[in-house]
T-cell receptor
Framework: DTEVTQTPKHLVMGMTNKKSLKCEQH?????MYWYKQKAKKPPELMFV???????INESVPSRFSPECPNSSLLNLHLHALQPEDSALYLC??????????????FGPGTRLTVT | KNQVEQSPQSLIILEGKNCTLQ??????????LRWYKQDTGRGPVSLTI?????NTKSNGRYTATLDADTKQSSLHITASQLSDSASYIC????????????FGTGTRLLVSP
């Protein structure tokens, strides 16, 4: 099974709302990633978790708060977002972060619209 | 600066025809090159991954080539189908010991009936 699942598929939220995105994988991967993708642009790395610890934060605003409750789950908590945060949020996983050769498997994404 | 450039930006072909997408990169030191297919509004799906020593790799009707000397790769699609309509993203991994991917901007392919 090489599947990464993400919920919800679509999310519409106001600027004062608090919501969470969820990502799950059961491949035994120890690295998980959050990417943000705007229309017609490549994915941009936001966060990397390695062995359930935050390894990389690509200077992401604090209104995005990641969490890795266990090795299979990755959450992205959203609070006080701006309309420009509307995008496709992709989760990915790989066997480990400390290797440049492992393949990354992407989830289907959550389409977020901030109104 | 590590960069990945793809051409063309977009392409329209008739169903059943072949096409070739190009990728040039400046990522150094090089570890591997990946081609992903991304349907609109969906996550990227891996097609191939090639290391320095691999010149060609196939996945069904998709064949990727790599010339590490000229830092160029191509993705050839044979006998295109309507379901091939998607964005194709070239991604290069630098030999950093970590998963640091450099994404190209993609080629949007439309296969027309």
């Amino acid at each position: 099974d090489t599947e990464v699942t993400q919920t919800p598929k679509h999310l519409v939220m106001g600027m004062t709302n608090k919501k969470s995105l969820k990502c799950e994988q059961h491949m035994g991967h120890r690295a998980m990633y959050w990417y943000k993708q705007k229309a017609k642009k490549p994915p941009e790395l936001m966060f990397v978790y390695s062995y359930e610890k935050l390894s990389i934060n690509e200077s992401v605003p604090s209104r995005f708060s990641p969490e890795c409750p266990n090795s299979s789950l990755l959450n992205l908590h959203l609070h006080a977002l701006q309309p420009e945060d509307s995008a496709l949020y992709l989760c990915a996983s790989s066997q480990a972060y400390a290797s440049d050769s492992y393949e990354q498997y992407f989830g289907p994404g959550t389409r977020l619209t901030v109104t | 600066k590590n960069q990945v450039e793809q051409s063309p930006q977009s392409l329209i072909i008739l169903e059943g025809k072949n096409c070739t997408l190009q990728c040039n990169y400046t990522v150094s030191p090089f570890s591997n090159l990946r081609w992903y297919k991304q349907d609109t509004g969906r996550g990227p799906v891996s097609l191939t991954i090639m290391t320095f020593s691999e010149n060609t790799k196939s996945n069904g009707r998709y064949t990727a080539t790599l010339d590490a000397d000229t830092k160029q790769s191509s993705l050839h699609i044979t006998a295109s189908q309507l379901s091939d309509s998607a964005s194709y993203i070239c991604v290069v991994s630098a030999r950093t010991g970590f998963q640091k991917l450099v994404f190209g901007t993609g080629t949007r392919l439309l296969v027309s009936p």
